[in-house]
């Protein structure tokens, strides 16, 4: 018997197909994404759909409880403030924030159905820690933080929510800066622990959120960035 019902937005590529992975023996899966193919063989329900083109989640297609949402899309504008236009700030907000938003207030009812139920996204280390060229991403972040705080306070002690604040992670969104030996020897080496992340390693930080052995924890974000937002070396 399955454990859980669980829905994965994103489940499709990067930490999201990973973390399908991870779970889908376990549990039952609902993978929300725009291509199913790499999640051919998986045991998983999965349904099309884009979160960012403004159109309601057909909520009669998941079950009745869902223990576990897990928001997986994400952006990676990375520029100079003075060249990003405000619509690239508009869709980052879109694909980061709101996307999770109106998922959310779909699926409420049936999270609150579930007695043990957890909310897992995923924000970056550049909200806490200042870096150039992160202005879209950081302030779309940042309100996924705000979101996290706020829904942890409000669906207390029913829902817990907590997000995962990372560092560079070596997925398809990241290519573009580790496409080369030069870019990822650097990439590498700008975090303490001498290595970039992996879609592993977020999965199963994910993993351990929505299980009860982190059933006291609510209202938290995680850095998981090899140690580059706190530490100097």
């Known amino acids: 018997m399955k454990n859980k019902n669980i829905l994965v937005v994103g489940g499709s590529s ?17 993978v929300l994404g725009r291509n199913q193919a790499p999640l051919a063989g998986l045991d998983v329900h999965f349904i099309s759909h884009d979160v960012t083109d403004g ?7 998941l079950p009745e409880r869902l223990d ?17 236009k405000p619509e690239v700030f508009q869709q980052d907000m879109e694909v980061n924030a709101f996307g999770a938003v109106r998922t959310l207030q779909k699926i409420a009812p ?12 995923f924000s970056t280390v550049a909200v806490q820690t200042g870096m150039p060229f992160h202005s879209s991403i950081a302030m779309a972040k940042g309100a996924l933080e705000g979101l996290t705080r706020s829904l942890a306070a409000e669906w207390a ?45 977020a999965a199963q930080m994910t993993v351990f959120l929505l299980s ?17 937002g706190n530490l100097k070396t």
């Open 68 to 84: 576990g949402f897990v928001y997986c899309p994400g952006s990676i504008n990375l520029r100079p403030f003075k060249g990003i």
């Open 14 to 30: 990067g930490i999201g197909l990973e973390l399908v992975k991870q779970l889908a023996s376990d549990n039952q899966l609902f």
């Open 157 to 201: 002690p029913k829902v817990r929510v907590n997000s995962i604040a990372l560092s560079l992670v070596d997925t398809p969104l990241a290519a573009k800066f580790t496409n080369n030996a030069d870019k990822l020897e650097k990439a590498n080496a700008r975090h303490p622990l001498g290595r970039m992340g992996s879609a592993a390693d």
């Open 212 to 228: 009860e052995k982190s059933s006291w924890m609510t209202g938290q974000i995680l850095h998981l960035d090899g140690g580059i």
């Open 55 to 61: 159109t309601d989640l057909d909520s009669s297609t």
């Open 110 to 121: 049936l999270l609150m159905n579930s007695s043990e139920a957890s909310i897992v996204f």
